[in-house]
């Protein structure tokens, strides 16, 4: 059964910073890229980050570019979100996927990706 737990998520204040995990099992995610949603209260789903399947290649929304990076981790099955300079409006649930394609491209919508977690709530106070 394939499976993606994302962990990391809390409370912080404005300007403060915040490290999301997501570790997926039930499939070996090599060659997949990898993403970041979120979801804000009455929002729909919006695009964060992703990383390509080799890691050699990422993309950000605009809102978070400059503040927030992504990674993945050794064993690949890993991927991290790092989240400094946090906003009030970064207040959402988090939500890892993994894409559709095996050694497809980094993609920024969500028809794209096929595997998701049940999201870790981020919530950054004024």
């Known amino acids: 059964q394939v499976q993606l737990v994302e962990s990391g998520g809390g409370l912080v204040q404005t300007g403060g910073s915040l490290r999301l995990s997501c570790s997926a099992s039930?499939?070996?995610?090599?060659?997949?890229?990898m993403g970041w949603f979120r979801q804000a209260p009455g929002k729909e789903r919006e695009f964060v980050s992703a990383?390509?399947?080799?890691?050699?290649?990422?993309v950000y929304a605009d809102s978070v570019k400059g503040r927030f990076t992504i990674s993945r981790g050794g064993a690949k099955n890993t991927v991290y979100l790092q989240m400094d300079n946090l906003k009030p409006e970064d207040t959402a649930v988090y939500y890892c996927?993994?894409?559709?394609?095996?050694?497809?491209?980094?993609?920024?919508?969500?028809?794209?990706?096929?595997?998701w977690g049940q999201g870790t709530q981020v919530t950054v106070s004024s």
């Open positions: 996927a993994v894409a559709r394609t095996r050694f497809g491209g980094t993609y920024s919508t969500s028809d794209k990706y096929n595997y």
């Open positions: 039930g499939l070996t995610f090599s060659g997949y890229a």
């Open positions: 990383i390509s399947w080799s890691g050699g290649s990422t």
